[in-house]
T-cell receptor, first 109, second 115 residues
Framework: KNEVEQSPQNLTAQEGEFITINCSYS?????LHWLQQHPGGGIVSLFM???GKKKHGRLIATINIQEKHSSLHITASHPRDSAVYIC???????????FGTGTSLTVIP | EAGVVQSPRYKIIEKKQPVAFWCNPI?????LYWYRQNLGQGPELLIR????????DSQLPKDRFSAERLKGVDSTLKIQPAELGDSAVYLC?????????????FGPGTRLLVL
């Protein structure tokens, strides 16, 4: 069983749609990261959360520590948002990282 | 400012051959990570360095994998001998220090194919 589960695994959206990617985890954490990985490219860190909500441009990330759940929202999606979005958690014991398998997003013009 | 640099970007070898990957972290970053990412999976931590000290190598397959960061800057990851199942992308990342709040900056990765 993976410590971090993401849904959906694959997502196709029309340009302009509001998108939600979900992450659930089963371990105690001290922080949660949302990462973006473009095809053939490196990984970029989008957000680091330990509570509440963060917003950066069209991206919003929320976390509910009690429910062990986080969501990444993209408003007014654009084809350049097409990428794999990965959720990663940091254990509250030992600073170990656990990564989800990623959500592959394709935004169609 | 240069990001995390990795080389080579691609490597194709036959099984049982050795292979080495090199990583140059962002200047001033004390913490360096090596990850392995299989197709369709998230990255898996192999080893984490604080300066020249390996502080977490619990997931490094020590029978064939080794890593070093002798001067606390550049790092190399070696596989000897490589197996078919080692085909993956090997990612290097660095952060200012090892605190959980610190952002990790990832390199472009080395894509390894073992034939």
């Amino acid at each position: 069983k993976n410590e971090v589960e993401q849904s959906p695994q694959n997502l196709t959206a029309q340009e302009g749609e509001f998108i939600t990617i979900n992450c659930s985890y089963s371990v105690g954490i001290s922080a949660l990261h949302w990462l973006q990985q473009h095809p053939g490219g490196g990984i970029v860190s989008l957000f680091m959360l330990s509570s509440g909500k963060k917003k950066h441009g069209r991206l919003i990330a929320t976390i509910n520590i009690q429910e062990k759940h986080s969501s990444l929202h993209i408003t007014a999606s654009h084809p350049r948002d097409s990428a794999v979005y990965i959720c990663a958690v940091v254990r509250d014991t030992g600073n170990q990282f656990y990564f989800g398998t990623g959500t592959s997003l394709t935004v169609i013009p | 400012e240069a990001g995390v640099v990795q080389s080579p970007r691609y490597k194709i070898i036959e099984k049982k051959q050795p292979v080495a990957f090199w990583c140059n972290p962002i200047s001033g970053h004390n913490t360096l990570y090596w990850y392995r990412q299989n197709l369709g999976q998230g990255p898996e931590l192999l080893i984490r360095y604080e300066n020249e000290e390996a502080v977490d190598d619990s997931q490094l397959p020590k029978d064939r994998f080794s890593a070093e960061r002798l001067k606390g800057v550049d790092s190399t990851l070696k596989i000897q001998p490589a197996e078919l199942g080692d085909s993956a992308v090997y990612l290097c990342a660095s952060s200012l220090d090892g605190r959980v709040q610190e952002t990790q900056y990832f390199g472009p990765g080395t894509r390894l194919l073992v034939l």
